[in-house]
């Protein structure tokens, strides 16, 4: 499968070091880490990737209903020639796990936001949501694009801190690098519901940082919980009071912890 990655949104002033590559979640694109990826420029050069089919990517080859987890890793992996930092956001999440596991050369150290072994409910896992629940959104797609998409960012910001102003940061955000592609929405929420990563878990030797929202009602703590003991060098931090998308509603807590980490011995 040909895929293709076509923008990376560059914040930096030629820092030495590793550089931070930035992943956004499902339906979304790189500009929703603007705010933080500034912040974190004054420490490593950071690149925020819009996946095949959304922002700036859209018009490239992009996902089809075929589309693997690896694939995706295999096309992001070929566009760098050196180590990296990776931070993935939920859907980002699962991809910068499988990158760790995949290419352990490349990724240096790793952190997930909102991030989970699997986003569905299955045999001995309950901390996530139903399958029949991503399938209803899946029906929806077809159907009721937009509003399909605007009822997963209410789910984002359910539970957190200020509901209201952050679904209005969300929504103005979400189409204003235009729509992704129906076909890459459609890939990911594949990706989402066959997903299980929990039996490879152990093999990541990576330094991890689990980072998760105290009152995320989409990928529920124990999900992160779960990350972060059973994978050997990593450690969980909950930032209190928010939801989903932590690095939107509280960005300076979210930085401290993220640099903190990267620049840890």
């Not at 150290?109 to 909102?114: H, Q």
């Not at 929504?171 to 990706?191: H, M, T, V, Y």
Request: glycine share 10%; proline share 4%; hydrophobic share 45%.
């Amino acid at each position: 499968m040909s895929l293709h990655v076509d923008h990376y949104e560059y914040t930096g002033s030629d820092n030495s070091g590793t550089p931070l590559l930035l992943i956004h979640g499902w339906g979304m694109h790189g500009g929703m880490w603007s705010g933080v990826a500034e912040k974190l420029a004054q420490h490593s050069d950071v690149y925020a990737v819009d996946l095949p089919g959304h922002g700036f990517s859209v018009d490239q080859p992009c996902l089809t209903s075929a589309a693997t987890l690896d694939a995706i890793v295999d096309e992001l992996s070929a566009q760098f020639d050196t180590p990296l930092y990776v931070c993935g956001w939920s859907l980002g999440g699962q991809i910068a796990l499988r990158w760790a596991m995949r290419y352990p050369q490349q990724v240096e150290r790793l952190v997930t936001v909102a991030g989970t072994p699997s986003f569905v409910r299955r045999a001995g896992w309950f901390h996530a949501l139903s399958a029949e629940i991503l399938q209803e959104f899946a029906d929806n797609l077809q159907h009721h694009y937009v509003l399909t998409l605007k009822r997963f960012l209410v789910l984002q910001v359910r539970g957190g801190e200020q509901e209201r102003e952050w679904l209005s940061v969300l929504r103005n955000g979400l189409f204003s690098r235009g729509e992704p592609d129906l076909s890459a929405l459609q890939a990911g929420l594949e990706i989402l519901r066959g997903s299980d990563l929990r039996s490879a878990l152990q093999g990541i030797g990576q330094a991890v940082l689990v980072l998760a929202g105290e009152r995320d009602t989409l990928i529920p703590l124990q999900a992160s919980q779960y990350l972060a003991n059973n994978i050997s060098n990593a450690r969980l931090a909950v930032i209190k009071g928010a939801a989903h998308a932590p690095f939107l509603s509280h960005p300076d807590e979210f930085v401290r912890h993220v640099v903190n980490f990267l620049n840890d011995e």
